[in-house]
């Protein structure tokens, strides 16, 4: 269990303001001299001040205020802000992620951390710049996050996978991505499996889980001259099992052929090869109920579980045989990873009977530190923003597995998961990783990427109010003394402003206020650092606070 926050405590004498200890990042010009002051006694910190240890200054001030025995009439120098709305609670961990849209989630587990590959929606616009309705057909991008606590996230970028600008040029789109990844000759290999729209499966191969990848077959893995494919109405929508034995599975298909609603027979799973780039013997056919697309599986205990998104016509069929209702994930169970399958139940209702606004339901269930976890798309972001035009985010909610190998109907929220462990406040933490944000965006490093994967991002076209949170950070025993942040001018910007640190709210106590001024290096990032105004133990919320404009941030980090 995680503990619960301790309380803040102040250190009055620490001082008021900011002073930037790099000179890159050194206060603005009009911001004058800084001070600890009471009614009888001033430290003046202008001029020779960055000469000085922060350390030094702030023991000669606390030990000439106990010789004095004044009580400090603290007066913070910190901007009230009209905070940005986001577009989810404050306390809420669903949808994952709000800077973009991910849709057909997919999870692996890879060293202790979850990577989580999504469907890259993105606006499609009409001739006068309004949003239209989703086609997909726009679609040549894999969105990536991962996380080790459940609740904070870290933004990869998205990997580039389809069309003439990427990796597999052959393929038009790339829709529903599976992951898996396998040591192969003594080096961990890492697959991502997706879909050209609805007319083949290819894969991306790279050595690590979020790239770069590149193309290894130049063609599809999966496509109408496969055996046992070519009326396959949808060939899409893939899902990999790698087993206890090592052999690897790949399911996929999805449609309903007319007249076949009740046995569509488009549903198919096939052994892959040792390298995972290739399949053994031919694709079978798995005989799946009101079948629509959506292909899941997972393993728990010895039996094998397929689960799939229920077609459209189930509720004008009027069926009472499964008891399932149109576009809910169901569960079939067999013995073998090939089948035959045999239908145990509903897992997941439709989306939209939770939170509005129906539509295709894509799912992935997996197991995370001996917790089971269902990942979901939702239209809630799309909702947030007053669109509603098809745009899907991910969920994830936990469940447990019943005794009798059953799962049972898994709630959906917006309040989502627990957060498993906590970030160290004094290890260098990537901007990009967080559980909450309003306005900001995320961009790649280098800005000259060609977005293959494997990038590390920042944050971007930052305004005055926009904040992210980083629940449940770790300051332990120790008070630190100092905040740091990388930072660097956003291109073709002036830096101005400042970052506020908060604890534990939006208005919460203030840490830190940093200063941004003298940025103008657009490629390198300073290290800018401050005295805290306040000291924390314990665990608590962290909210970073922008103000201004013109800045980018990589990391942020805590010093004792």
Not at 27 to 47: F, I, M, R, Y
Not at 393 to 401: L, P
Not at 494 to 508: C, F, Y
Request: charged residues 25%; glycine residues 10%; proline residues 3%.
């Amino acid at each position: 269990m995680l503990q619960k926050k301790k309380a803040w405590k102040s250190a009055a004498f620490l001082a008021v303001g900011v002073m930037a200890v790099s000179s890159a990042c050194a206060a603005p010009s009009d911001s004058g001299a800084k001070t600890v002051q009471n009614e009888d006694a001033v430290l003046d910190q202008s001029g020779e001040a960055e000469d000085r240890q922060p350390e030094n200054q702030t023991t000669a001030v606390l030990e000439e205020l106990q010789e004095e025995g004044t009580d400090m009439d603290i007066k913070m120098d910190i901007k009230e802000l009209t905070i940005t709305k986001g577009y989810k609670g404050i306390n809420d961990t669903n949808p994952l992620m709000t800077q973009r849209f991910g849709a057909d989630p997919y999870a692996m587990v890879y060293k202790d951390r979850v990577y989580i590959y999504m469907t890259a929606d993105a606006f499609e616009y009409d001739s006068v710049k309004s949003v239209k309705e989703n086609t997909y057909s726009k679609i040549h991008q894999i969105n990536v996050i991962s996380t080790d606590d459940m609740v904070n996230f870290t933004d990869h970028g998205a990997v580039n996978a389809a069309s003439g600008e990427g990796v597999a040029k052959w393929a038009r789109n790339s829709w529903a991505p599976a992951a898996a990844w396998k040591e192969i000759d003594g080096k961990d290999q890492f697959f991502l499996y997706f879909a050209d729209a609805g007319g083949g499966i290819g894969v991306l191969q790279a050595d690590s889980p979020t790239g770069p990848f590149r193309d290894p077959l130049g063609k599809g893995l999966i496509t109408r001259e496969t055996p046992n494919c070519a009326d396959v109405l949808w060939l899409f929508d893939p899902a990999v099992l790698m087993d206890d034995d090592g052999r690897a599975y790949l399911y996929f298909g999805g449609g309903v052929p007319e007249g076949k609603v009740a046995a569509p027979g488009t549903g198919r799973v096939v052994e892959l090869g040792a390298d995972m780039i290739s399949i053994v013997g031919e694709p079978q056919t798995i005989d799946v109920p009101y079948l629509f697309e959506d292909s899941g599986i997972h393993k728990a205990g010895s039996k094998y579980y397929y689960t799939y998104c229920t077609n459209w016509q189930v509720d004008e069929a009027g069926t009472e045989q499964y008891g399932f209702h149109s576009g809910e994930i169901a569960c079939l169970v067999s013995d073998t990873p090939m089948g035959p399958f045999v239908y145990q139940e509903t897992i997941l209702r439709n989306p939209g009977s939770v939170f509005g606004l129906s539509g295709n339901n894509h799912h992935c269930v997996f197991n995370f530190q001996d917790q089971w976890y269902i990942a979901y798309h939702t239209r809630v972001l799309e909702k947030a923003m007053g669109v509603e035009k098809g745009y899907r985010c991910t969920h994830i909610d936990a469940f447990e597995m019943q005794a009798d190998g059953t799962i049972g109907e898994i709630r959906q929220t917006l309040s989502g998961r627990k957060q498993i462990r906590y970030v160290d406040a004094y290890q260098r933490n990537p901007a990009a990783c967080f559980a909450v944000m309003a306005g900001v965006d995320t961009a790649a490093e280098d800005r000259t990427d060609e977005n293959a994967g494997g990038i590390d991002m920042v944050l971007t076209d930052i305004g005055s109010g926009d904040f992210i949170k980083v629940a449940g950070v770790d300051f332990a025993e120790g008070s630190p003394k100092l905040f740091a942040a990388a930072l660097r001018c956003a291109e073709n910007r002036t830096a101005e402003g400042a970052i506020q640190v908060r604890i534990d709210g939006l208005d919460g106590a203030v840490l830190a206020e940093l200063r941004i001024g003298e940025l103008t290096d657009e490629q390198e990032f300073a290290e800018c650092e401050t005295q805290l105004l306040t000291s924390a133990e314990g665990v608590h919320d962290l909210y970073l606070i922008f103000d201004g404009e013109g800045f980018e941030v990589k990391s942020w980090w805590f010093a004792k």
